[in-house]
């Protein structure tokens, strides 16, 4: 089954979310919190955990590039560069 982590951090109401192949979404609202360096990585252990996901099973990873803040979306951007890269996917 094909999962993806959906990133948005380029509007004040920043969320973390999952869809699946099966068309099911759960969702992480981060809100406009400024701490995206830590809140984003909380934001999605919890959501993978509320999903009972393990990071190893995402495939995929989608951030909303804007338009937005460019400090907040860079943030999400690289984040989930980086997370793609470590996860070799």
Known sequence: ????????TSTQARYVALAGADADVSRFDIGARDD?????????????????????????IAVN????????T??????ANALRYGLSI
């Open 36 to 60: 995206l360096a830590t809140s984003l990585p909380e934001a999605i252990k919890s959501l993978l955990s509320n999903a009972a996901i393990s990071l190893q099973d995402v495939t995929f």
């Open 74 to 79: 860079r943030s999400g951007v690289s984040f």
């Open 65 to 72: 590039i804007g338009p937005g803040g460019l400090s907040a």
């Open 1 to 8: 089954m094909s999962i993806g982590l959906l990133i948005d």
